[in-house]
């Protein structure tokens, strides 16, 4: 972001005090920029403190024991600070219903995204660079599929699961999110791919590789900034979906937010397991929201009409 | 947004057509491929022709070879798990329940007519209409605030930070803070704390006149049994305050003296550990401080209004002469503001669409700020060197240079906003789920949570469908016309 218009920014500053070839502003317009922009500074920390808030409560309340919890409000802490305590966390982890929901998470969520990148970006190639009948029309198909609601589909393919005898089993529920997810990562991949060199492919054939070749030696390693967003926002809508694993999932294979959402019934009596066990599910989000902020931020915009 | 290509040549129609003519050259070794012949030789015009035109239809043949193997897996995916189940919730939605009869619109009159769905319907209209234009709108205000400060990065990341959470873990965070206790729920105990700024919580809420005494009910407060003359000591009795909630600063009530005017009590009628005579002032009860008294004229009006002391005590001294009834006006016993039921079934939707702009506005900020760093410098320049103040450069310049980036965000949520369920289904309690229920979350319950009631379900389903085909087809229409 440029930082050059962070002078002109305050309508404190009467038009044409600025910089540049008009006259230098006066020493009231100087403090009133000042002070101006002081209170813009003030405003900006509320609003970030304000949208904080939440999430940090949510972190402390996890952190206290259930009887502080429901004597107190968790912002108590500040005067008490002797109430947090890591034990509810040590409960969760050996909880074994969460534990095997977290993992169940992994289970769903790993596959999911690693075959919708790769079916993603085999048909975004074909649909690319391949020459064939139909392929116009294909397009089409895909881009109109992108916005599909899942409500159509669930009722069908809970059947067609039953009928492959797999309703219920993470394969089901991976099956779900990998054709789900694939419209947008195909339409994806391909806008990303046809920005690729023709020269580039040419090459390639000119060498004599075959189309698999190309596409592992020079579409793959091209496409990787559009691969490595669908790949972050694939992760992050299965990891946290809800609905699917409800409407496929057995409680046996039910991931974190599924048996979390069971824990909800009652809820404040349970906070001490809910609180933690939201924010383990939160963990690798976060991460992955900080460790890769460009992608995500890219994947996200880029799969928000999903 | 360096990942979308250039919209000029993001979507080609053929992009590869036009490379046939290379073939000669760029063949790969053929193998088995080059045995299989196809069809493609029948129209060939003129036989087998030059090597060129061989090597070209063998490799438009193995093009066509490889793109189903490219492509084949991905197509029978979206084949049999979102086209096929289409058509089938199509059918559904014209069947019965457990699919057995046809019931031609039957679904979707219920649709329209059962109070649930409906209310669904409604609840979603009023999703549609609210929840995108707040969130764009703030995204708006938070991307100009941001443009305007080094180190906005921070601010960024904190309010983009929700798009990583699941539904589930925002519906978790909220329920806390939509928590009814002030003591627990952050919201509530900030409204409480701000409510009680400006109306200061009554002291006295909960208690009742002595039965037989000279105290009777009225309109929330107490009133005199009998009219009063000045002269004539008045003894309001009050019970059912309790121990903990006796004011610190309250004195041993004494019986008033009669004097000037018109003098009286207010106490609480109540020897601790037993003993005392109802309606007498006994030892050891305590008066009540800071009560409002009003001496009422006979045509209803109050001509004069005292407060009691440390001992209860009040007096009228200037009181002319005539019947008057004295009265303890309701607001000195006003039920302490405890806060909103936010999750209760009137706020439940407010309070829902809150947390979703509480996720999805930082996604606005991010796409209106790429719009705000594309922006023409100098339309801005152009605009204040012509003597346009802050607001008018931002109404009248930065407003509808972004717009088709608002217009796009709005889009966006807008079709978001129509599917949305998780949040619905988590943040709601079970008992305002019927109030806070939207058209996917209906869906869910029907077929599922429950309901079991398939045909319903999927009229439901072909809705949540049929609204967000508008969105298909301008997708559809943006690709041709890219193309």
Redesign the interface.
Known sequence: ??????D????L?P??T?RGGRPRPGPWARFMMRFGKAL??L??VL??AF?????F??AV?SLRSSAD???????TVFTAPAQLTLDNYAQVLQNERIVESLWNTVLITVPSTLLVVL??A??A?????????G??W????????????????????A??FRVLGIYGEISAVV??H???G??FA?F?LR??F??IP?DML?AA??D?????LI?ARVVLPIGW??IA?LAIFQF?WV?????VS??FATSDNAPI?YA??EQ??S??SN?DT??PG??L??LV??V???AF?RY???G???G??K | ??????PA?????????T??G?AS??D??GGPLRAAGGPGHRDAPGGPGTTAETAARRR?R???L???L??G???V??L???????V??LW?SFRSGDGSKFVGFDNYVAMFTSPNTRRAILNNLVWVIVAPAVATTLGLI?AV??????R?A??K?????????????A???????Y?ENP????LN?AVVSVHDAFVSPSRYYGVDAREQGDLVPTDGGFQSRGPVNPGEPVRLALVGLPPDRIPTDARPATAPAGGPGLQGVVWLDFTRGGGGQAGIVDAGEVGLPEMTVEAVSDGGTVVATARTDAAGRFAFPDLASGPYVIRLPADNFTEPFNGVTWLGPSFITPAVIGVYI?IWA??AM??V??GL?ALP?EA?EAA????????QTFRHVTVPLVRPVLVVVL??LT??V??I??LV??LA??SSQDDATVV?LE??RV??GGGLD?GL??A???L??AL?LP??LF??RR?RRNS
Not at chain 2, 1 to 6: C, F, V
Not at chain 2, 80 to 86: F, G, K, N, R, T
């Open positions: 972001m440029s930082h050059a218009t962070t002109t920014v305050l309508e500053v038009a044409g600025a813009l500074r405003l900006v609003i970030g949208w904080l808030l939440p999430t409560g949510l309340a919890n429901s004597a107190t409000g968790w912002w079916l993603g085999l048909g190639y074909a649909l690319a660079w391949l020459d064939f009948p392929r116009d294909l397009f089409v198909l895909v881009v109109a599929l992108i916005v599909v609601p899942v409500q159509v589909a669930i009722v069908p393919d059947r067609i099956a779900f990998v054709a789900f694939l419209p195909i994806l806008n990303f046809l920005n023709r040419e054939r000119m004599g590789a075959r189309e698999m596409f900034p559009a967003s992050l990891w946290n979906d809800l609905l409800l409407v937010t979390l959402r909800m019934r809820f404040s906070l809910i609180g939201a924010f599910s939160m989000p976060l992955v929201f900080f902020q995500f931020v890219q996200v915009l880029a928000s009409g | 947004m360096t990942i979308t290509p250039d040549q993001g979507i080609r129609p053929f992009p590869a057509q490379t046939t290379r050259v760029a790969g070794p438009s193995e093009a066509r490889m793109a189903a490219f492509l897996p991905a197509l995916l979206l049999v798990l979102v086209c096929y189940p289409i089938y919730t559904l938070f605030l941001t443009e305007r400060l080094r906005a921070v601010l990341a904190v309010l983009f930070m929700p798009m990583a959470i699941s539904f589930l873990a519906g978790v965070t909220f329920r806390l803070v928590d003591d627990r729920g952050v105990a509480w930082g996604f991010v796409l700020s790429a760093a410098r801005l204040r060197m012509d003597g346009a103040n802050e607001w889009v966006t079709i978001n129509l599917k369920f998780d289904y988590v309690p079970e996917a869906m869910y077929s599922f398939y379900g999927s439901l389903a072909v949540l469908f967000v969105a298909m997708n559809i690709l």
